[in-house]
């Protein structure tokens, strides 16, 4: 009886904390990678610039540490490969995105410069969500597409 109390307490506790970790916002619209601790927020800013900020468990941002991020991304024949350098709370791209409304991007991030890197793979679709504020490839809808009136609204 008491190894069932434990494995459904076990079980309630590990829900719970699936729970939190999907209830992350990104602070500033972007989308959340949570692959890595500290979770990132990727985003393009207005000069068409990655931004990287780094979140505890309760979506606030905290300072890029040691962190290392490279992005690869645009076409798969010549990519661009685009490296970061801190910027106060956030970490930012030394070039701007390639031209495009849809690209695909791999974002990879080190904890410390010898560690393993966390990889993050997605489509960066730059088009603008038809029922929220953010653009595609960040949106925090919930629906998936299945909806009338979304067509070609791919999550």
């Known amino acids: 009886m008491k190894t069932n109390i434990i494995a459904l307490a076990a079980l ?3 829900l719970s904390f699936a729970s939190a970790a999907e209830k992350i916002k990104a ?8 692959s890595v601790e500290p979770h990132a927020e990727f985003l393009i800013n207005a000069d068409k610039k990655i931004e990287i ?28 490969k685009l490296a970061f350098a801190k910027d106060g709370d956030k970490l930012v791209s030394d070039k701007t995105i390639p031209e495009g409304k849809e690209l695909p991007v ?13 990889t993050a793979k997605f489509s960066l679709n730059l ?9 595609e490839y ?5 629906h998936g597409g ?10």
């Open 12 to 14: 309630i506790a590990g």
């Open 27 to 34: 602070p500033n619209g972007g989308r959340i990678i949570d």
């Open 53 to 80: 900020r780094f979140l505890d468990d309760a979506g606030k941002v905290v300072a890029p540490a040691a962190q290392v991020v490279t992005v690869t991304m645009g076409d798969r024949a010549n990519p661009t």
């Open 106 to 118: 791999v974002v990879q991030i080190k904890t410390a410069p010898d560690a393993k890197s966390a």
């Open 127 to 135: 088009a603008k969500c038809p029922t929220c504020e953010h653009a």
């Open 138 to 142: 960040a949106c925090t809808c919930a």
């Open 146 to 155: 299945e909806e009338k009136g979304h067509e070609g609204h791919d999550h």
